[in-house]
């Protein structure tokens, strides 16, 4: 069952615990896994760091300009048991997660050409398959014809409360207020942008984790998958 291959797709709103999941699960099936999120995160970081944004308008041509010399990669690294993103070779893990990106992600992640030029990427990350990928538009736009598609979703109350007691956990200093706000703000962008919207493919299954552990959902994403597996054996 190992060496059966397919695409894992989990799209879904903003701090669903997707990325949780979608780790477990690919540790525990021997795929990759990938964060495609950190990608148009590192477009903003770079965007944030030469100025090209500023009181929250980006300056479009710049950015798109500015691709050319953005290398995206990732590595796990041992020590800290972490899937890191590097920008040009350089770990920023950790700059990718600040509030400041956050707050200025979903405008940048709705520029067409940032979009064509990261699915490019995401679709050559899964030539191989053997993948678990989570974003907003896997499902639908980068595999759709992804083997299992997983769209979660979670109360509002419950995202922001994961999303503040992590950033808090991380040692940054933010209020409830400020975590809702973006919260809210980002899912009224990724649902209403032009390009690639968040949507649930007709195809994918719903996982509401409000009332789940993460062993709870590990599971019943493990038999899902392995449901799937078992019937592209034949
Ligand atoms: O999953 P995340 O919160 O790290 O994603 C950051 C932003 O990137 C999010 O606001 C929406 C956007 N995104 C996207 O548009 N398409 C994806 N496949 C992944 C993320």
Request: net charge neutral; glycine share 6%.
């Amino acid at each position: 069952m190992q060496n059966k291959k397919i695409i894992i797709a989990i799209d879904g709103f903003s701090s669903c615990g997707k990325s949780t999941l979608a780790k477990s699960l690919a540790c525990e099936l021997g795929y990759a896994y990938i964060d495609s999120g950190a990608m148009y995160r590192v477009v903003t970081l770079v965007a944030l760091q030469n100025n090209w944004i500023s009181n929250g308008i980006s300056d479009k041509e710049k950015i798109i300009k500015g691709l050319e010399n953005i290398s995206i990669s990732f590595k796990f690294i041992r020590e800290t048991e972490k899937n890191t993103t590097f920008l040009n070779g350089k770990n920023v893990e950790e700059q990718i997660r600040m509030l400041d990106v956050s707050n200025n992600v979903s405008p940048i992640s709705a520029i067409k050409e940032v979009r064509q030029e990261m699915v490019k990427f995401q679709r050559q990350m899964g030539e191989e398959k053997r993948i678990v990928m989570d974003g907003r538009d896997i499902g639908t736009v980068v595999f759709p014809q992804a083997e299992l598609k997983i769209f979660m979703t979670a109360s509002p109350e419950i995202r922001a409360q994961r999303r503040f007691d992590e950033l808090i956990g991380k040692g940054q200093k933010v209020s409830m207020e400020e975590v809702i706000k973006n919260i809210n703000e980002r899912d009224f962008i990724d649902q209403n942008r032009k390009e690639s919207p968040l949507r649930k493919a007709d195809d994918a299954i719903v996982l509401d984790n409000s009332n789940y552990t993460l062993e709870g959902q590990l599971e019943w994403a493990l038999q899902k998958a392995r449901e799937v597996i078992e019937a592209n054996e034949n």
